[in-house]
Every structure is written in structure tokens, then in C-alpha cells.
């Protein structure tokens, strides 16, 4: 059985730990102290990079490298934190703005130092009054405290950290997005490049983190780079030994939702399977599982016969899916798919921001698709293949077979590669956006397509057995392309020989 | 100077140039919506998709380039040149392709997702004809609808005095909200709601009452730019298809910036007035005032015949008989007590003419300026309405000061010349303009008054002979703008009745008095200006072209 693996929540239970001196008492801005007094700020860009942190928003991106890119020679830089989680099935920032606030400024502390920014803006989901509270009084706490403000703890250093509530918009949790809104302006992504380190907030170089890449410095720069990296699948041992070697080290905060005993967030070593992970959050509800969701509603999902997958930023990316926010969602067999991918829709054709034609237009459209499924009015038409030749009644004539030709499913998969193709990796859109609402509306109906051309076929929703309605493997491109990582065993066999 | 590769040419074009107008020089079109060369570009239509060669990630120098894997938008892709160990190929400094097979289907796929919610409505829209959404769709589009849905159906608008804003028609490129922040920097229009819900408005209170109008001086520069039919003129709404007008390259009138604008006619009169690029003077736009101020032309009330004054009625009369009444009278006065007054509407030719007249024929030195009274002056970000409402003061002042000593009478020294003048050949051509006490007094104390205009005024009340000029519209001719850019304006209508050429009647004139002025069309004018007026060397009928020229 796995363990669950605290670091970031280690103490998140402790009663008043949101208060500065209940967290002084669990080594509450130590780290900061120590990488002031011990350290110089490149040396704490190098262990970043060294330490493989990936941002944990959801791409993935390498965040020592994504500091190597902003301009030092530009004044003045700022940093933004990202706390606008709205990705459906994530809720982990949450409980650390909610119970652990310092925990944040810490971070930020850390990273202001490292990159020599004065100011930071923390964007917080509107949503969230509880956690934007409690970071204000825990913010108001570390002014008085003198660990913010002008001349931070004797240092000489100038921090200062603002927080502004979002005002409800799933799109202003893309960087971009988030900074025009932050900027008072409406939530609309930007043209890339340039990218944010290099004109973010106001024109000028942006360091944008989510709040739990902030949350993992402390802990980096308290701990070592070594302890750091020893967390998360070991590469190099040929168990994990991906084509391209690319970090996955440190722990994730996997929120687990669905069909599962004890839902919840679970900080666990990055790498685990899904079966593992289903094992932790205190095994299935129901008899099988039909799917399982493994970064948030945007990703692709996975069917029962890729849970052996292992959860993180490369698998899952070579599994054609990926961890994105680690919001994990569990299907059990009771499930029907095409209802799932309905609300899904509605909610991307709800948050759409309008900017741009293709996802504009796209994403209604791939939504209505879908409801006309359910709502029994798919498309069918019966189509004849040309073959001639002697007919039952004796006559020269067309002999060819005939095929049911499921018109919605192709136009649904046409409409959303139109807005972002899956297969290809390109988007017509600005934003990423596009390619989250076409991942989950193209892998839903490629990997569970018998359960949507049942519904089609008897104009009503089916829920299939979840073998019949799982495509299988050797039918499924994305199960074909995945890379699998070896086993123990498979090892130990292979050097035995 | 940057050397591309554009689809199989191998072409030139500046640095810093985008690849929509690098293609567009070389006659190759890239369709867009949101993109405008006078506008900031957001790339939120992707229309203009194509396709960037780069070398791929991490190979060695000289590696061929290989296209990139996502399209990138033509309009914020621009190029400049590379040094030499950046260059694709070995040569180029972009490669680019607008033609590919990628281009092609994301084009179709964009104007897909454009038509989805497009109400289809062609045949009843003014747009149709002129509109990039049927041009584009027609060259690059799907020929069927695979849209079975229905169709978002937004509210019809009222934005100002003289635009509305179709919504279902609109295809959300934002161009008129960015025209509204940065060149007009009045910052009316927005978007409102989200996603496919989004609208174009203007702030309105929660019961839809509007707070703010769209009544800028420059908003009818968004109709123009709206490449569908979304927001349309009420001042052209439903009056004509374009294809059905005509076009002539002219100068605005209505003030000394001198824009460049098309008139658009039909032989009934003009339709509207649109704006044409220049880079030096009005760039993308023009002002409502000149948009609109056409309505004068095809009034009618226009006078058609010459009038004259009998027992204190005005009636009309022939040429011949005006013409005579004028002569008989001119030769009976001393060359001193005649004034002639050029008019600041007229075109440079009008008034060379004019100088020509008072100068060899009635041997007066008496010259004066008259023209429409100042207004008030309006600064935008981008442009400029000025103060002075005539196309030609500097133009006038100078050409009929040129044979003078640069004389020419003005303000008060005019209306006390004109009190103590017997005869006063008065060329207005303003329409609307109103007298002033001094003005009114100095003209009723003329013996004998000639007004050569084109509308009844207060001017040509008081007139013993009036006769019939002609507009802007309706002849050719050069304005020269308070910057000094000489520019032609060209005839697209003919004059209503009877009503003759400003210069031509002026030459008549001059002939029935055996004058030598012999012209045979306007740009002979522009010539024998160009050899006689000082600084105007340059500007002969063959330099001004369809640009203009500026003097030194």
C-alpha cells in the first residue's frame, strides 16, 4: 500500500497554522532565512533548475528554466502568482491559501529573492473569499512581522504582496489571460510570443507560478537539491528510462474526485499508477472502473485499460493524455460517457472567452453536437457501397453492401480538430483553450465510441458494460503510441539474460 | 531590407513589414478580418493563418528549413533582415507559405466557424458587394453549411447619430472597438458577454438605456472598417448597391486637412463620401463633417440658371443676357472700383483664372479672399479636424496674391474695400454661409453686386447677377491643404441645369471683354500655375498624380 508522502501538507492539519506563530513553530520562514543568509540569488535559480521543479499549473514547463528566460537588465519585474484554480476536478490550492497562507509568502519571499522582483500580485479565483481572507490576514501578519514591505527582515530587500480577487472566468487561470485581467482589463489570453517572462504585467517581464510550484521552493532551498530529486520516479535505472530524459521529481498534490471511497487531495511522489492512486483515495466506488480522468476535465482520458499509467508529466504526456493540474476524476461503470463529455462541453462552451473565431464559434457548436447525441436526435445515415452485379431478383444492378455511417460522430470529431487537432498537436486558437475542449470531445468519443453510437443508434442515452463500451486497445491510437514504462520484474528478467 | 521566400517568389520587401501586406505588394491576397494597417493587431480572427519555415529545433547550421508545426498568424509575423548566420537556406530571411495545403484547409476551417452564427443575409444587407466575409468565402470558403444548430440571434443596435450596429451579423474582429481607443482615443464601443454570446455595445445602464453614444466626430470610420456588414450608415442605409456606383478619387471639402476621399456617384448625385489612404495626411480615415457634408451637392435647391435682379426680385435669366449685363456694367466703372473676391473653396485653377481676370483684363489690383467661416478645431489621437472649414485658403491666398505682390485682401481691409467699390464680382461657392453685420453692410452698399455660387445664400440675396458655380463634385481641379500638399480633385457629377465651371464662367467673362485667357481643361491651368506661381514649380498636372505633391 502506498504511503501518502506530506511535504507541502505536512502541516497543514496543525490547528492555527495559518497564524505566524503557530507556523514559526514548524520551521516558518527559516527557509527564507537560509536563503538569504546562505545563499546568493543565482545560486537559488540554479538549484530550481537542478531540482527539475516543473510548473504544477498544468503545462508542465520547467520553472528554472522559465526564470533563465526573463530579462535581468529590465526593471521593474513582477511576479504573479496564479491562484485562479478553476479547472474542474482540481481544488489543491485551495486548502493551501485556506489552512497554510505563509506557506505561500514563503514561496514568494523565495522567489522575489531569487529573481530580484519587488512586487507581487497573488490573482485568487473570486470564488475563493475564505482563502483570499485568510492570505490578506496572513499577508497583514508577515507586514507587521517585517517579513514583507520595505527592508524585509534587515536584508535591505523591498517585497511587497498585493491580492486581487478574479472575477469568475475560467480563462484568466491561462498566464496571459490572468494578466490582462489583473491589468483591469477583459480576460482575454495574449498573442505568444512574447511570452510573459519577457512582457508580462504592464509591459514588463513576468514571472507567473502557480501557487504550488511557489509552495515546493521553500522546501527545495530548506532540504537540498539531492533530497529534492530523490522524490518522484528515478530515471535512469532503466524502471523509468523515457526516450527523451526529462525530470519528473518532487511530489504533486493529486486531487481525487469521482467514483472513489475518501475523495480528497493526496500529496503523493510523483509516478504513481492510477490503480495505486485509486488505492490511496480508499479504493472504487462501484464494481469496475470505466475511466479515469488524470489532469483535470480538459485532459484526455483514459480507459480502464491504460491504468497502469503512471502519473506524471512525461508518461502521462506520452500516453497522449497529461497531468496537467492533477486533478484526477474516477468513473465507475455506472458512468455514461457521453453524458460526462456533455457536461464537460457545457461548461468549456460556458467559458469560452470569445476572443478568437475558432473556439468562439467552436466550442457552442461541438456542445450542441453533443446534446443533440443525448438527447437522442444523433445523426445516421445508411450509406451503400457501389458494387454491381447479379441482385436477388435476378437483375443486373447495385449488390454492394451497406454501412451505418454515424454522421454527428464525424462531424463532432471534425468540429473540435477544426478548433484544435489532436493528432497533429496544432491549434488556429490563441490560447490552449482550444485544445482543451478538442482533447477531451476527441478522446471521449475515439476511446468510448460503441457507448456513443448506441446512444445514436437507439436515440437514447446507453450506458454500456464498460468492456463493450471501451474501445480496445488495439483499436485505440493513443493506447498504441503510449510508452510503458518497464517493471521491476521486467528488469530484473532482462539483466538476468 | 529583408529578402523572403513567399510561397515560389523570391521577393524584397521593408523591414518590419507583416507577411499580409509584404504578400499584399506582390499580389497575393492573405484574407483577414481583424487585421488593419491603421489598428493594433490582437490575431483574434485567424484568417490570415500561414505557414513559417524554420529550421528544426536543435540542428545543426545549414539545415534546410523544414515549416513550422503550428501555423502562425501573417499579420504579427513580420520581417526583417537576418544576419548572415541566421538565414534560412543559406539566402532568405523568412520563408514563408500562404498557399500550402495547411493554409488552405485552416482557412476553410476559420470561415466555417465565421458563417456558423452568420445570419446569411445577403440580399438584404448593404454590405453585400463590398463585404470581405462573401469575397473570402467565395475564394476560400466551404460551399455548404455542416451547421444544423440553432443560430445565436443578438439584438439589432442603435450605437450613434448616424451608425448601427447589426449583431448577428458581426464577426467580433474588434477592429471598431480598437479604432475607438486608439485613433479616436474616445473609447465608446466594447464588448459585452462572453464566448459566442459576445456583442459590440456601447455602455448602457441595466435597463439598456445608453450612457454614452457613439457620437464621436470620427465614428463613421467604423462603418468602413467593419469588414461585414455589421455596422452600417444610417446615412447610406438601403439607398444603393455598390457595385451600381461609381468611384472618383477627390479631396474632402469640408476643412484645410485635405483628405483623401472617394465619392461615390450615381448620375442622380452622390451617395457617400468614403476615405482613401494617404500616408501623410489622413492615413485610414476622415471626419463625419466631410463624411456627411456632401448633402449640399445633390440639394435642389441648387441654382441651375443665372439670376438677375429686376425691380429687386431676383428672376432668372439666360447665360447670354447675364454674361452681357455683366460686361456692359464692368467696362463702365474705373478699373478702381472694381474688387474681385476669389473664393477659398475653389480650387487653385478657379482662382488662377480669377487672378488671370482681375489682373490682364480689368487691370484691378483689388483682389480679396472669401470663404466659410472658422469652426472649432478637434484634436484626436490620431488625427486632426482643423479649424478652417475651407479645402483651399492657402492654395487661394497664394495663387491670387501671385500676380500682386502677394496681396490679397482679407477681414476687415476686404469689407471696407468692397463698402467703397462699385462693382464686386463675389466667387463664394459656400454653401450655409452667413453674413455678419460688417459683411452684410459693406455688400448692400455695391452698386452693382455679382455672386457666382452654388446655392441660395445670404450672399446671393443681395446680388444684382447670380451665377450658377459648381462644387467639388462637379469639376476637376487641385486643393492645396494647410500643410501644402497639392492634390487633385476629379468631376464625378455633372452640374445641375445650367450651372458652369467656376473658371469657365470667369473665362467667358474675360472674353466678352477680349481678354487672352483661353483654357481648354483644368490641367492646362495646373501647368500655367506650376510656370508662373512662386513655389509651385513642381506641382504640374503631371507630378500631382493620383498623391499629390507637397510643396517646398
Not at chain 1, 200 to 208: A, Q
Not at chain 1, 435 to 451: L, N
Not at chain 2, 94 to 121: G, M
Not at chain 2, 481 to 506: F, L, M
Request: glycine content about 8%; hydrophobic content about 35%.
Amino acid at each position: 500500500m502506498v504511503q501518502e508522502k506530506r511535504i507541502l501538507y505536512e502541516h497543514l492539519d496543525v490547528p492555527n497554522i495559518n497564524t505566524f506563530d503557530v507556523y514559526r513553530q514548524h520551521e516558518g520562514y527559516t527557509r527564507f532565512e537560509k536563503a538569504i543568509a546562505e545563499y546568493q540569488p543565482d545560486d537559488i535559480t540554479k538549484m530550481v533548475m537542478d531540482s527539475g521543479l516543473k510548473g504544477r499549473g498544468g503545462a508542465g514547463f520547467s520553472t528554472g528554466l522559465k526564470w533563465s528566460f526573463v530579462p535581468k537588465d529590465i526593471e521593474p519585474r513582477y511576479l504573479c502568482c496564479n491562484a485562479d484554480e478553476s479547472e474542474p476536478g482540481t481544488f489543491s490550492n485551495r486548502y493551501v491559501l485556506e489552512k497554510n497562507p505563509h506557506l505561500l509568502i514563503e514561496g514568494i519571499l523565495i522567489c522575489c529573492y531569487a529573481m530580484g522582483i519587488e512586487t507581487t500580485y497573488v490573482y485568487i479565483r473570486g470564488e475563493f473569499t475564505l482563502g483570499k481572507k485568510m492570505l490578506d490576514a496572513a499577508l497583514k501578519e508577515a507586514y507587521e512581522r517585517g517579513y514583507l514591505g520595505e527592508n524585509v527582515h534587515g536584508t535591505g530587500l523591498n517585497i511587497n504582496i498585493y491580492t486581487h480577487p478574479g472575477a469568475g472566468a475560467y480563462i484568466c487561470g491561462e498566464e496571459t489571460g490572468l494578466i490582462e485581467s489583473l491589468e483591469g482589463k477583459r480576460g482575454q489570453p495574449r498573442n505568444k510570443p512574447p511570452f510573459p517572462a519577457v512582457e508580462g504585467v504592464f509591459m514588463k517581464p513576468t514571472v507567473v507560478q502557480n501557487v504550488e510550484t511557489l509552495c515546493n521552493l521553500p522546501f527545495i532551498v530548506g532540504n537540498g537539491v539531492e533530497w529534492y530529486t530523490q522524490m518522484g520516479p528515478t530515471y535512469g535505472d532503466g524502471r523509468f528510462d523515457p526516450p527523451k530524459p526529462d525530470p519528473n521529481t518532487g511530489t504533486k498534490l493529486y486531487c481525487i474526485s469521482g467514483d472513489v471511497n475518501e475523495p480528497g487531495v493526496y500529496e503523493l511522489e510523483l509516478g504513481l499508477t492510477c490503480t495505486e492512486l485509486i488505492e490511496v483515495a480508499g479504493g472504487l466506488r462501484g464494481e469496475e472502473v470505466k475511466a479515469v480522468i488524470p489532469g483535470g476535465s480538459s485532459a484526455p482520458i483514459l480507459t480502464h485499460y491504460e491504468l497502469d499509467t503512471r502519473l506524471d508529466f512525461t508518461s502521462l504526456t506520452l500516453a497522449k493524455s497529461m497531468l496537467g493540474s492533477g486533478g484526477i476524476i474516477v468513473m465507475n461503470e455506472t458512468r455514461n460517457i457521453v453524458d460526462c463529455l456533455l457536461n464537460i462541453m457545457k461548461f468549456y462552451a460556458h467559458e469560452s472567452c470569445g476572443q478568437c473565431t475558432p473556439c468562439r464559434w467552436g466550442t457552442p457548436w461541438v456542445r450542441d453536437i453533443v446534446q443533440r447525441i443525448a438527447d437522442g436526435d444523433g445523426r445516421q445515415t445508411t450509406i451503400t457501397r457501389p458494387k454491381f452485379g447479379v441482385t436477388e431478383s435476378g437483375r443486373w444492378g447495385n449488390t454492394g453492401e451497406t454501412e451505418e455511417i454515424y454522421e454527428d460522430l464525424d462531424l463532432l470529431e471534425s468540429v473540435a480538430n477544426n478548433i484544435a487537432n489532436v493528432d497533429t498537436m496544432t491549434w488556429n486558437t490563441i490560447c490552449v483553450f482550444g485544445i482543451a475542449v478538442s482533447w477531451p470531445a476527441v478522446s471521449y468519443m475515439r476511446k468510448f465510441r460503441p457507448e456513443f453510437e448506441a446512444a445514436i443508434r437507439e436515440s437514447k442515452l446507453v450506458t454500456l458494460p464498460v468492456a463493450e463500451a471501451t474501445v480496445p486497445p488495439e483499436e485505440n491510437y493513443a493506447y498504441q503510441q503510449r510508452f510503458i514504462p518497464k517493471e521491476f520484474s521486467e528488469l530484473q528478467e532482462t539483466t538476468e539474460d | 531590407m529583408a529578402f523572403i521566400k513567399l510561397n515560389d517568389l523570391e521577393i524584397e520587401v521593408e523591414d518590419g513589414t507583416n507577411i499580409v501586406e509584404a504578400a499584399k505588394q506582390h499580389g497575393i491576397e492573405v484574407p483577414h478580418y481583424c487585421y488593419h494597417p491603421g489598428l493594433s493587431r490582437p490575431a483574434n480572427c485567424r484568417m490570415c493563418l500561414i505557414e513559417t519555415y524554420a529550421p528544426p529545433p536543435g540542428a545543426p547550421p545549414g539545415t534546410p528549413a523544414v515549416p513550422g508545426r503550428q501555423l502562425a498568424t501573417g499579420c504579427t509575423t513580420s520581417v526583417r533582415s537576418a544576419p548572415p548566420e541566421r538565414k534560412l537556406d543559406e539566402k532568405y530571411d523568412a520563408i514563408v507559405q500562404t498557399d500550402s495545403p495547411r493554409v488552405i484547409k485552416a482557412r476553410e476551417d476559420i470561415l466555417e466557424f465565421l458563417l456558423v452564427h452568420h445570419p446569411l443575409d445577403c440580399p438584404v444587407c448593404d454590405q453585400a458587394g463590398e463585404c470581405d466575409l462573401q469575397d473570402f468565402s467565395y475564394r476560400h470558403g466551404h460551399d455548404k453549411s455542416r451547421y444544423i444548430e440553432v443560430k445565436n440571434v443578438p439584438p439589432k443596435k442603435d450605437l450613434g447619430p448616424d451608425v448601427l450596429l447589426y449583431s448577428t451579423r458581426c464577426i467580433v474582429c474588434t477592429r471598431c472597438i480598437r479604432f475607438c481607443d486608439e485613433v479616436s482615443g474616445s473609447g465608446e464601443l466594447g464588448l459585452i458577454n462572453r464566448g459566442s454570446h459576445d456583442e459590440i455595445d456601447i455602455p448602457r445602464s441595466h435597463e439598456g438605456t445608453p450612457i454614452q453614444l457613439l457620437d464621436n466626430k470620427l465614428a463613421g470610420n467604423v462603418v468602413d472598417i467593419c469588414p461585414v456588414g455589421a455596422l452600417i450608415s444610417k446615412d447610406f442605409l438601403f439607398k444603393s448597391r455598390p457595385w451600381f456606383m461609381e468611384k472618383a478619387n477627390s479631396i474632402c471639402s469640408g476643412c484645410s486637412v485635405g483628405c483623401n476621399v472617394t465619392v461615390e456617384y450615381k448620375t442622380d448625385g452622390l451617395y457617400r463620401i468614403k476615405p482613401r489612404f494617404h500616408a501623410d495626411i489622413n492615413q485610414h480615415w476622415m471626419c463625419d463633417d466631410g463624411r456627411l457634408g456632401y448633402h449640399y451637392v445633390n440639394s435642389d435647391d441648387r441654382l441651375q440658371l443665372p439670376l438677375k435682379k429686376i425691380g429687386g426680385e431676383q428672376t432668372t435669366t439666360q447665360w447670354s443676357d447675364a454674361l452681357t449685363l455683366i460686361t456692359e456694367k464692368l467696362s463702365e466703372v474705373e478699373a478702381d472700383d472694381i474688387v474681385v473676391i476669389g473664393s477659398a473653396q475653389g480650387t487653385n485653377e478657379d482662382n488662377y483664372v480669377l487672378q488671370q481676370f482681375a489682373h490682364d483684363v480689368l487691370k484691378t489690383t483689388q483682389l480679396g479672399l472669401f470663404g466659410q467661416q472658422p469652426g472649432e478645431e478637434h484634436k484626436f489621437p490620431q488625427f486632426t479636424i482643423e479649424a478652417d472649414k475651407n479645402p483651399n485658403t492657402a492654395g487661394a491666398r497664394t495663387i491670387l496674391g501671385s500676380a500682386n505682390g502677394n496681396v490679397v485682401l482679407e477681414g476687415d481691409t476686404l469689407w471696407e474695400k468692397v463698402a467703397g467699390a462699385k462693382v464686386v464680382y463675389l466667387v463664394s461657392g459656400v454653401p450655409d454661409r452667413a453674413l455678419e453685420d460688417t459683411e452684410r453692410e459693406a455688400l448692400e452698399k455695391v452698386e452693382f453686386l455679382i455672386v457666382q455660387d452654388v446655392l441660395p445664400s445670404e450672399v446671393t440675396e443681395l446680388a444684382d447677377v447670380v451665377l450658377p458655380g459648381t462644387t467639388f463634385a462637379e469639376k476637376d481641379g487641385t486643393f492645396t491643404n494647410s500643410t501644402g500638399w497639392v492634390q487633385r480633385i476629379r468631376k464625378a457629377i455633372d452640374p445641375p441645369g445650367e450651372a458652369q465651371v467656376d473658371w469657365e464662367i470667369t473665362q467667358q467673362l474675360a472674353k466678352q471683354l477680349d481678354g487672352e485667357i483661353d483654357y481648354h481643361f483644368a490641367g492646362e491651368i495646373a501647368n500655367a500655375i506650376a510656370e508662373n506661381v512662386e513655389g509651385y514649380g513642381d506641382a504640374t498636372h503631371q507630378n500631382i498624380g493620383n498623391t499629390g505633391i507637397k510643396l517646398a
